[in-house]
């Protein structure tokens, strides 16, 4: 008797372990939901250069972009955007490709944006510095960001970049 006694609390104890698990679960997704929505950070930082619409499949076995096919690989596009787009293949992500406009966030410069293949893109006009992982200003007093554009990967050699 002693023996299906303690097999009855065993079952009640499982019960109980089972109700609290579905509790403290629920709360837990509750808090992990409450927590992500309000960590969003949204940027807020004003575009000053003026729209202009960008649409260009590259071919990565053209001389002039080949080194794409390689991490840390970039190269500069003439002719499009602004003053010209950069892009580099970061090696990471899907797609592993990072795309930006060369004229300076800030809109008051007549020379692009240089880049020299580390993680920085660089205005000549006020040496500010953006980031090529996500044009995030890395000089103090800048604000604004580098102007990315979305790079979609076609097949193994072929990219088509384009406005968000």
């Known amino acids: 008797m002693r023996f299906y006694t303690n097999v009855q609390n065993i079952c009640k104890l499982q019960s109980f372990t089972n109700k609290l698990d579905i509790s403290t679960m629920r709360k837990l997704l509750l808090l992990f939901s409450f927590l992500l929505f309000f960590s969003c950070e949204k940027n807020e930082t004003i575009d000053l250069l003026p729209t202009t619409s960008v649409n260009i499949t590259i071919d990565l076995n053209l001389p002039e972009y080949i080194d794409l096919q390689t991490p ?5 596009v003439n002719n499009v955007g602004l003053k010209g787009i950069v892009i580099q293949n970061t090696g990471i992500g ?4 990072k795309a930006f406009e060369r004229a300076c966030p800030d809109n008051n410069c007549a020379s692009p944006m240089t880049f020299d293949g580390s993680l920085k893109l660089t205005c000549p006009c006020n040496n500010s510095n953006y980031s090529i992982i996500d044009g995030s200003p890395q000089t103090a007093g800048s604000t604004n960001f580098a102007r990315e554009y979305k790079v979609t990967v076609l097949n193994s050699v072929t ?3 384009t406005n968000f």
Do not use: E, K
Request: aromatic share 24%.
């Open 72 to 76: 840390t690989g970039w190269a500069y």
């Open 94 to 97: 899907n797609p592993p490709y």
């Open 159 to 161: 990219l088509n970049i």
